[in-house]
């Protein structure tokens, strides 16, 4: 799991993995030739599975739009999900969500978030979970609700880390890589093994 990269993409070591995640801001201030560079990057690593969300900085680009035709290397999700596969028949479902700044009045797009779901990407941290005292209460909330193994973000630079929230059992990342301002990737790429389910309708020994 990797964020915040913001054109120094290729500044970060990024491990081997069976998904790579990438929490949004990966532009600096949505420069179009930072996508580009970054998609053709992600097209360099092996993961076989790449998920990317959007950032402040790219959720009003002139290009935000059309993110996933510059993302050709990735799944780009925005309000939408997509599940992951693995020979063994093991799958993991992850949605991604738009990029919003921490509300505490309801968020109807956190309602479009399906119960059930393995990984919830958003880039801005749930309140109270690597979040520097910024992160966001309605998003919490609905974190308590769906209750997913893991939640990706990024966003609060200086919050990078991992925890676990103890009443629901779900991992909280802070990816960010960026850890001096925008140019300093100071921070290494997060890793978390998760199991995944079997497909259902399937038999099993």
């Excluded at 919830?120 to 005292?133: E, N, Q, R, T």
């Excluded at 966001?136 to 769906?146: K, Y």
């Excluded at 009443?167 to 001096?180: E, H, K, L, Y």
């Amino acid at each position: 799991m990797i964020s915040d990269t913001h054109g120094k993409h290729r500044d970060v070591k990024v491990p081997g993995g069976d998904v790579l995640i990438h929490a949004g801001d990966f532009t600096r201030f949505g420069k179009e030739s930072d996508v580009v560079d970054f998609n053709a990057w992600l097209g360099e690593l092996p993961h076989k599975h790449k998920v990317v969300v959007e950032g402040n900085h790219e959720s009003n680009a002139e290009w935000a739009g059309r993110a996933s035709t510059y993302l050709t290397n990735a799944t780009f999700l925005r309000q939408s999900s997509t599940t992951v596969s693995e020979p063994n028949g093991k799958s993991l479902s992850v949605f991604g969500t738009k990029f919003f700044w921490p509300m505490e009045t309801p968020n109807p797009y956190y309602s479009q978030i399906p119960k059930g779901i393995d990984i919830l990407v958003a880039h801005g941290p749930a309140k109270g979970f690597v979040d520097g005292k910024l992160g966001c209460t309605m998003l919490l909330e609905a974190v308590r609700q769906i209750k997913p193994k893991l939640v990706v973000s990024g966003h609060i630079h200086e919050a990078h880390g991992v925890t676990v929230c103890p009443d629901v059992g779900t991992i909280f990342v802070n990816a960010a890589n960026a850890r001096r301002g925008h140019g300093h990737m100071g921070w290494a790429a997060e890793v978390v093994e998760l199991e995944g389910v079997e497909p259902k309708g399937r038999d099993h020994p």
